[in-house]
């Protein structure tokens, strides 16, 4: 259940926090719906929460969706952000169900998933909203990623635009697997992609309710991946718009080298080939990366890493027991043989990891 706290549907203006300053919305654009979604991130709220007061776009609004936090976030926000709307879930309902139950309670033209650690600048919006709003068949767009520790370079959540290799390894334009790029401006033209980050991701709120969202099997995890291969093969594309620009700290929830991120990471990763993959490719694809999770799984056991190994065969045991009781539970596509945008016809381990390629431009050249 999801209950409404500080409820101001027809918002015109965003009150006056601390910072004192007002917003006034206006009707001549279409509205956005920048929905946070929290789990004691009270921290991150506090630090980031007035770089987004602070954007310029005017119809708004902003929106706290709470996944049943144990700390003090929402009587915060109550406290110090009155204007802001809150959703209060009455459980941790991972990040795809819990944007699930927000947004289907949200009316507005367009939504932005944002991260709670992301700080934004103040024109975040603009160049986004007027780039969907020039191509209809636009369903998702993420701004450029930079990274908040280090803000001349891309952020691995994204980076500018995400790709897919064949065998279904994601990387992006300025991160490759760890590599994360220095941004020289070398990716700075609009370009459509594979998948927008769900750190900040401008979605069509109709497109993503005739779609069903994200897929809430998933719980967290390459769940926008899954959402955005969707969206391609319904006949939308998916775009990366570099002129915005946001700061994202990154594991804030599930830190790097955590076994459970691993875990859901792989087992997400299988799910999503088998549901979306062509039935011709399917079966080999799937059984390729077997082999080569498995190479991983034993390599990182043998370097002292017991917990990469398990998570990883727990994660293959769980796939295949979804594929015999749980696919039911998933949004499966109406599977076609579209041409994908950001799709790498090649194996990104073998260009990273035998031809020592580290940069994006090194493997898919000056896209």
Known sequence: MTDYINKDPLQQTITDNKAGEDVISSSKHPQVAIVILNWNGKK????????????TYGNKRIIVADNASSDDSVSFLQQYYPGVE???????????KGYNTALKQIESDYYVLLNS??????????PVIDLM??????AACQPK???YANKMQFEYAGACGGWLDKYGYPFSRGRVF???????????TVQA???ASGAAMFVRA??????KGLDEYFFAHQEEIDLCWRMQMAGYSIYVQPASVVYHVGGGTLPKGNSLKTYLNFRNNLIMLYKNLPYSTAFFTIGSRFVLDAVAAWKSLLLGDAGYFFAIAKAHMHFIKWIFFYQGKSIFPDKTNKPLSGWYNGLIIWEYFIKKKRKFSEIVGNK
């Open 206 to 211: 109709s497109i993503y309710q005739e779609l």
């Open 44 to 55: 991150y709220l506090e630090q980031f929460l007035p770089s987004v007061l602070s954007s």
């Open 117 to 126: 650690d992301v700080e934004v600048e103040p024109g975040w919006i603009e």
């Open 178 to 188: 760890d590599v994360c790029e220095i941004d020289t401006g070398a990716y700075d």
């Open 145 to 147: 990623i930079l990274s």
């Open 133 to 138: 709003e020039s191509d209809k068949k636009i």
């Open 193 to 195: 992609c594979f998948w």
């Open 86 to 96: 809150i959703l209060a879930n009455s459980s941790n309902q991972g990040f795809a």
